[in-house]
T-cell receptor
Framework: DAGITQSPRYKITETGRQVTLMCHQTWSHSYMFWYRQDLGHGLRLIYYSAAADITDKGEVPDGYVVSRSKTENFPLTLESATRSQTSVYFC?????????????FGSGTRLTVV | AQTVTQSQPEMSVQEAETVTLSCTYDTSESNYYLFWYKQPPSRQMILVIRQEAYKQQNATENRFSVNFQKAAKSFSLKISDSQLGDTAMYFCAFMSYNQGGKLIFGQGTELSVKP
């Protein structure tokens, strides 16, 4: 099915471990985004990408790494997970001319770091 | 830098009544979009309504309407005839024409519709 999919939906990991959250979209949208959602903060931008091989930092990039070798995939890696990275992570995509419609979001990944 | 503020962390309304969620934003730009997203317990982010800043007419989508006050930088959401299915977290969001399509979100308002 067409759309934007995130995996896994739930993840528990230990402090210090590396973990990668996956995001895949089938619309060939050029723009992709990673947000984290925390109570009292809404959604905050971690990283975004305007096209394959083009990425840039958002508001809260520390502790995260992204890559985008293919247009459809935008994985987010926590190199050494910390408890403060316990959150719900959303991936989103958009096509620039469709800015008026905002984003299309994935279903989110709930990450718990213990 | 742009900011979006939702000053009501929680609200409740009786079924069939009307409720208004507040949102203010800060920007020096004149061309931008504003959005309201709904997030039910399923966690899915659902676009409720959008407003283009150059349009003076307030956007309406069925039971949802906005009160857009550009000079006051205010963008409130009115839900009429509230239904139990409207129970959700609601986020106000801002997108500049010139910031690479980045959405900036408010803190969210958790709305409970009571029977």
């Amino acid at each position: 099915d067409a759309g934007i999919t995130q995996s896994p939906r739930y993840k528990i990991t230990e402090t210090g471990r590396q973990v990668t959250l996956m995001c895949h979209q089938t619309w060939s949208h050029s723009y992709m985004f990673w947000y984290r959602q925390d109570l009292g903060h809404g959604l905050r931008l971690i990283y975004y990408s305007a096209a394959a091989d083009i990425t840039d930092k958002g508001e809260v990039p520390d502790g995260y790494v992204v890559s985008r070798s293919k247009t459809e995939n935008f994985p987010l890696t926590l190199e050494s997970a910390t408890r403060s990275q316990t959150s719900v992570y959303f991936c989103a995509s958009s096509h620039p001319p469709d800015r008026v419609y905002g984003y299309t979001f994935g279903s989110g990944t709930r990450l718990t770091v213990v | 830098a742009q900011t979006v503020t939702q000053s009501q962390p929680e609200m409740s309304v009786q079924e069939a009544e009307t409720v208004t969620l507040s949102c203010t934003y800060d920007t020096s730009e004149s061309n931008y979009y504003l959005f309201w997203y709904k997030q039910p317990p399923s966690r899915q982010m659902i676009l409720v309504i959008r407003q283009e800043a150059y349009k003076q007419q307030n956007a309406t989508e069925n039971r949802f309407s906005v009160n857009f006050q550009k000079a006051a930088k205010s963008f409130s959401l009115k839900i009429s005839d509230s239904q139990l299915g409207d129970t959700a977290m609601y986020f106000c969001a801002f997108m500049s024409y010139n910031q690479g399509g980045k959405l900036i979100f408010g803190q969210g308002t958790e709305l409970s519709v009571k029977p």
